[in-house]
């Protein structure tokens, strides 16, 4: 064994001290705002931890492979070669399309190079078992906020009860579902991808409105004058090659928000945030926009909130789980607030933090019995969403 290799398995799977390290070290940059949503630009002073490549550079340079693990496939595992001579850090919610169905990865994974691995993985097109192409290709999107949020929570969920990176598919397929029923995008084989076909030349307008800013390592968003999340990666050249991918995750998810609140008004529905509502409700929205809240939130307020986020993802409590790839997948959750960080030699190369939403999620790590609960938030979801009350 390397030394390298010994410094990985040097961390302890467990309870894991609070992320306050990385939380101090991020850096803020000037608000941005287009339509409903709001970017914080994230920086750190400088990059860190090993280098890496992103799933697309690999890809395209042609020494990084995603297959399926066998002729005959399983729905939650694919495997990954890496011939280069750099590892690959891998996010949780990209998308990989081809072979016999479309899949998502589980968890953020950081694929040494010059090795095979298999990762964990979801369906997000429940309607097609066939091959397409031996091999697979990546999207130029991090799946929908939703998806992505059905995926992190349940793995978690799982890596508390069986210490695995499994997801509850059920509860990823109903996302996928109540999605197409939102975006009113039906697709034949049930797929996720279709689904944003249909609607990226909505999301075109937010790329255009956030910009990549020089040295840059992640964002977080805000929807509506609330923080939903954030992300970073530990080296500025990696995120410029995901800015676009991880920005058309929140907009897709803000557009298909903005048709749910135009279908309620076209319904005469009420209790939307801008849009209808009663007049109480309007007051309330009147009230938020003088106060710099809400659609186009004021600049000082939205650093007020984000640093707001950053001081609860400091206190986290944490827990460790050796990740299926190099280093430690640290999951946390608290303060409705839940997250993860991959670690590798110390250094977080990848965060993700989501704000719980309507009740759902962002507390203690809870029991498996909670997973058959959260198989019913997908219909709900999908009732809301047709509704109007998202």
């Known amino acids: 064994m390397t030394s390298v290799e010994k410094s990985d ?36 002073w400088g990059d860190r931890g090993p280098r890496y490549e992103t799933l697309s550079a690999a890809l395209r340079a042609g020494t990084f492979h995603v297959t399926e693990v066998s002729d005959g496939g399983s729905v939650p595992a694919l495997r990954v070669i890496n011939e280069g001579a750099t590892g690959v850090l891998m996010l ?19 694929v040494r190079e010059k090795s095979s691995m298999v990762v964990p993985v979801s369906c997000v097109e429940a309607g097609r078992w066939h091959y397409s192409g031996h091999e697979f290709h990546d999207e130029e999107f991090v799946v929908h906020a939703q998806v992505r949020r059905a995926v ?18 059920g509860r990823v397929w109903d996302e996928v579902a109540c999605l ?14 279709d689904v ?4 990226s030349g909505d999301i075109a307008g937010y790329l255009d409105a956030f910009p990549l800013q020089s040295g840059q390592h992640g964002l977080l968003v805000l929807r509506d004058g609330d923080v939903v999340g954030l992300d970073f990666v530990s080296r500025a050249g990696c995120y410029a090659q995901l800015h676009a991918k991880l920005l058309r995750s929140y907009a897709f998810d803000a557009v298909t928000r903005e048709m749910s609140r135009g279908r309620a008004a076209a319904h005469g529905g009420g209790g939307v945030k801008g849009q209808g509502g009663t007049g109480e409700q309007k007051g309330k929205e009147g009230e938020k926009a003088a106060k710099g809240e809400g659609v186009g939130l004021r600049p000082d307020a939205a650093l007020a909130r984000a640093q707001a986020f950053l001081e609860i993802i400091a206190r986290l409590p944490g ?14 959750a608290g303060g409705g607030v839940s997250g993860s960080t991959l670690m590798v030699r110390g250094v977080a190369v990848h965060g993700a933090f989501f704000a719980a939403e309507d009740g759902q999620g962002g507390g203690e790590f809870v029991n498996a019995d909670a997973q058959a609960e959260q198989r019913m938030v997908g219909s709900d979801r999908r009732r809301a969403y047709l509704e109007g009350r998202f």
């Open 319 to 332: 827990r460790s789980f050796k990740s299926p790839g190099r280093g430690w997948d640290v999951r946390y």
């Open 152 to 169: 992190h929570e349940s793995v978690s969920l799982n890596l508390r009860a069986a210490g695995g990176h499994r997801s509850d598919q």
């Open 92 to 110: 949780d919610g990209e998308e990989l399309v081809g072979a016999k169905q479309n899949r998502v990865l589980n968890a953020a994974v950081f």
């Open 196 to 199: 944003y076909a249909q609607r």
């Open 9 to 44: 398995q040097s961390g302890r799977a467990g309870q894991a001290g609070p992320p306050a390290a990385f939380a101090a070290a991020l850096r803020l940059g000037e608000p941005q705002t287009h339509g409903s949503l709001g970017v914080v630009p994230l920086s750190f």
């Open 180 to 193: 197409q029923s939102c975006a009113d995008s039906p697709s034949p084989t049930g797929a996720h991808r």
